[in-house]
């Protein structure tokens, strides 16, 4: 039994659509499978040209349902989102190589023609050789028609089959139309008055061809809002070091169980979520948290998919893998935003809906009214006037407009690790008073950088302090130490082996280099070993409320430099603050960092309102 044959076995299946080519498509699709008995919802993404239907309906229906309308869609379900997104890839850049030869096609006859009528060429018949020449022009343009305006026709058509009209209803009105005429004027001029013997090939060309034109560009930027949902899922491994048999064998994250017991090695991501099982290491869990710092885990810690661990070699029992994942999870939480249609979206939904069919009216009323009361010739004028309603109306910006901000907004906002839950959430954006910024990776860089080495002797140089500094460091797995140590290795400095190292816990560490005897931690380290600080904890302090942490290091009981360490302000966070507050919203910043550090940063950027040393649950209501 092939996947088109069988009946899903969940509330959820996918569908690859090929040929919607509008936002009018996406509302037929959409309504033609909602109407199918047992659906529960059906959401379309146009970006990724997939539509995703809830409830226990067979497969190989709804892709008939589908076909009826006049698209073609197959099963995407046995398909990963990067299989997906390739696919999609290569069938836009086919589908803009082809729209762009059909726009030079019809831009290559039809902006001569316009430019030859704006420089006051005759564009009427009234000689043989005239008729000969305009022939030729139209014979030209309908193979144009053929050639890179076929695919409105086609649509036309299908509307009218399944009674609905929609964009391309109006163009293959509108240019068919306007061809027509130029025809009966080049072959029966006689049959018209002398002075409605106006062809309009041109406009017929140009239209076709800056329409596609502008499917065109609506491709290039349809194609920039999947770059955020390529972008998380190159964030997943590609594959899983799994404990079967009591061997170690690397499998396709596809093919990881529950239950699994999966190896994570220093440097890896993690394959799937699970839980410790064995083994201790520091994980970069940046990419779902913002924090730059690496979080420490033991047995029975959490580990996720798509974060890196750091340091140590881990076993861990696989929870959730698949489309469990949290990071499955997140992709398609932003795949459903750029689905989800914000209330002005739907508002837009049902004006196209009457769109079509009003102007259609009113063109025809256009062309009576010039008949009946216009001057002569009264049946040309009624002609242009109703192919100008047909030609000018197109709903294409208006049903486009909402969806493509939609895709754009939460593509661009998801690569910039802003997740938008919907779009109607989007659209309340436009009405925010206050605005909650988190400091680490938000505010600031997120990756601590060493940004001030005070010497406190001459006898000592930057140098030896670093090498010491880097080499006591070195082992250990604190961000602070990391920052350390790639400070001196951008230097050149490499660090040296040391004996005896203790780390001592709320203080900082220590350890013998070269026979001499190494303390580098904070002002409670120093004063436990009676290390006189004499005039640098006042600069001490002066770093601190820069926002910065300072270390002291002792060499041989004797202070012999003050490092510090901090988390850089993004260089356009003050300027982002400023405009928020600007439009009159509300900053607040939020942070675990201590006290000072946190008032420090919020008098750089410009922020009052500071709530530091908070935890996840901390209720800012009360």
């Known amino acids: 039994m092939n996947k088109t044959d069988s009946v899903t076995h969940n509330n959820s299946q996918e569908l690859i659509v090929d040929g919607a080519s509008c936002a009018g498509c996406v509302n037929k699709i959409e309504s033609a499978l909602k109407n199918v008995s047992g659906v529960g919802n059906a959401e379309m993404n146009f970006a990724l040209r997939t539509v995703t239907i809830t409830g226990k309906v067979d497969t190989e229906k709804l892709i008939k349902v589908i076909e009826s309308i006049g698209y073609n869609a197959k099963s995407a379900n046995e398909a990963s989102d990067d299989e997906l997104l390739d696919d999609k890839e290569v069938a836009d850049q086919k589908y803009y190589a082809g729209l762009m030869k059909q726009v030079w096609m019809a831009l290559g006859l039809g902006a001569p023609l316009m430019l030859y009528g704006l420089l006051g060429g005759p564009m009427t018949v009234e000689t043989s050789l005239e008729r000969i020449i305009w022939l030729i022009i139209g014979l030209l343009c309908a193979a144009i028609m053929y050639i890179s305006g076929k695919h409105f026709y086609i649509g036309a058509w299908k509307s009218f089959v399944n009674h609905t ?12 139309t306007a061809w027509i005429y130029s025809m009966i004027v080049v072959l029966f001029p006689l049959a018209l008055p002398e002075m409605a013997r106006h062809v309009y090939f041109e406009a017929t060309a140009m239209i076709i061809g800056l329409i596609n034109l502008g499917l065109a560009l609506e491709v290039k930027a349809r194609g920039r809002t999947s770059e955020a949902i390529k972008r998380l899922i190159g964030l997943q491994a590609k594959t899983a070091r799994v404990v079967r048999n009591d061997k170690e ?20 991501k993690i394959s799937v979520d699970g839980v410790v099982t064995q083994g201790s290491t520091t994980v970069d869990e940046s990419m779902l948290t913002g924090e730059p710092m690496p979080v420490k885990k ?20 696989a929870t959730r893998v698949g489309k469990d994942t949290a990071l499955a999870q997140i992709i398609n939480m932003v795949k459903r935003a750029q689905n989800s249609k914000p209330p002005i979206g739907r508002l837009a939904d049902v004006i196209s809906a009457y769109f079509v069919p009003v102007i259609m009216i009113i063109s025809i009323i256009s062309a009576l009214a010039w008949l009946n009361f216009g001057p002569d010739p009264s049946l040309a004028f009624a002609v242009v006037s109703a192919t100008s309603v047909l030609i000018i109306a197109c709903p294409c910006a208006l049903g486009l407009a909402t969806p493509m901000s939609i895709m754009v907004g939460v593509g661009k906002a998801a690569e910039a690790g802003v997740l938008i839950r919907n779009g109607e959430a989007l659209q309340m954006a436009s009405k925010i008073t206050t605005m909650i ?7 600031t860089e997120g990756s601590p950088t060493v940004t001030d080495v005070i010497i406190t002797d001459e006898k000592f140089t930057k140098e030896n302090v670093l090498t010491a500094a880097a080499s006591i460091e070195s082992g250990s797995e604190h961000p602070l130490a990391q920052a350390i140590v790639d400070a001196t290795a951008e230097q050149g400095i490499t660090p040296k082996n040391v004996t005896n190292f203790d780390a001592i816990a709320g203080y900082g560490v220590q350890a013998t280099l070269n026979g001499q005897q190494i303390l580098f931690g904070n002002q409670k380290l120093m004063t436990k070993n009676n290390i006189d600080l004499n005039l640098f904890v006042s600069q001490a302090q002066t770093l601190a409320d820069e926002a910065k942490t300072p270390m002291y290091l002792a060499i041989n009981n004797e202070l012999a430099a003050i490092i510090a360490v901090s988390d850089p302000i993004k260089k356009d966070s003050v300027s982002a603050i400023k405009r928020l507050q600007a439009n009159g919203i509300r900053v607040i910043m939020l942070t675990g960092d201590n006290q000072a550090t946190a008032k420090a940063v919020a008098k750089k950027v410009g922020i009052n309102e500071v709530f530091a040393e908070v935890l996840p649950e901390i209720n800012l209501t009360k």
């Open 165 to 176: 009209a929609n964009m391309d209803t109006l163009i293959a009105l509108g240019t068919g």
């Open 249 to 268: 064998i690397d499998i396709a994250i596809e093919q990881v169980l529950l239950n699994d017991i999966v190896r994570v090695r220093p440097g890896e």
């Open 298 to 317: 033991d047995e029975n810690d959490e580990v996720v998919a798509g974060t890196l661990n750091k340091s140590g070699s881990i076993l861990f029992k």
């Open 437 to 443: 910024l988190d400091k680490t990776g938000t505010i």
